[in-house]
Every structure is written in C-alpha cells, then in structure tokens.
C-alpha cells in the first residue's frame, strides 16, 4: 500500500528556511500527484504545493509563491522522495505539515482538490 512520510521539521527563526522530505512508497500507476497540506491550530487545512508524478508539473499556494519549492527525487520502480524547500520563513507558516498523494492524470495546472494518501504530519513552528 501506499505510504508516505515526512521528515525535517522542526523549530525556527522569521527568515530562516526548513527542508521537509517526504519518502513516498507503494504507488502502482505512473500517474499520481504528491503534494504537502498544512493546519495551523484553529485554522482550516490549507493546501501547499503539488507536483506532478510523470512530469514534474508543480503549483504553489499563493501564501508561499516565491518562497516555496517542491522538488522531488525520482526513481523508476523505487521509493520516491519529494521534498519542500521553505524559505524566508514567517510565524504564519507555523503549522503541521502533511505529505499528500493521489492518483490523478496530469493537469496543465493546479494542484488535485482531493488526496486519498496522508502521512503523520511533521510540525513546522517559526518564532523569534
């Protein structure tokens, strides 16, 4: 089945970046999307960025556009790995953050609505 999970939160200062990995495992089409959500306490869970299993195709939350990149590390029949570049950190990107993943075609753009696969959450806090 399929698994994901997250690592490299973890506690920091405004303007300081964080990597957040993501070991993805168990997908058995070539088409999926994996992606990060985030929630803040109090707060609606939010979705991130995305990105494309068969071409790399990726979209960004307006909140982190400029600050964010989502990469990944790909290899044909193994694990795969995406990662979450975060820069410039601020205190509202405090949350717990969670790799995502579906089974969806390729979009021209956008991120999927929907995931069917969610790690544990790793906690992200930004604070001076």
């Known amino acids: 089945q399929v698994q994901l999970v997250e690592s490299g939160g973890g506690l920091v200062q405004p303007g300081e970046s964080l990597r957040l990995s993501c070991a993805a495992s168990?997908?058995?089409?070539?088409?999926?999307?994996i992606g990060w959500f985030r929630q803040a306490p109090g707060k609606e869970r939010e979705g991130v960025s995305c990105?494309?299993?068969?071409?790399?195709?990726?979209?960004?939350?307006d909140s982190v556009k400029g600050r964010f990149t989502i990469s990944r590390d790909h290899v044909d029949n193994g694990p795969n790995t995406v990662y979450l570049q975060m820069n410039t950190l601020k205190p509202e990107d405090t949350a717990v953050y969670y790799c995502v993943g579906t089974y969806i075609a390729t979009m021209p753009r956008g991120c999927p609505t929907g995931y069917d696969f969610w790690g544990q959450g790793t906690q992200v806090t930004v604070s001076s």
């Open positions: 990105i494309s299993s068969s071409t790399g195709n990726t979209d960004y939350a």
């Open positions: 168990g997908f058995t089409l070539d088409d999926y999307y």
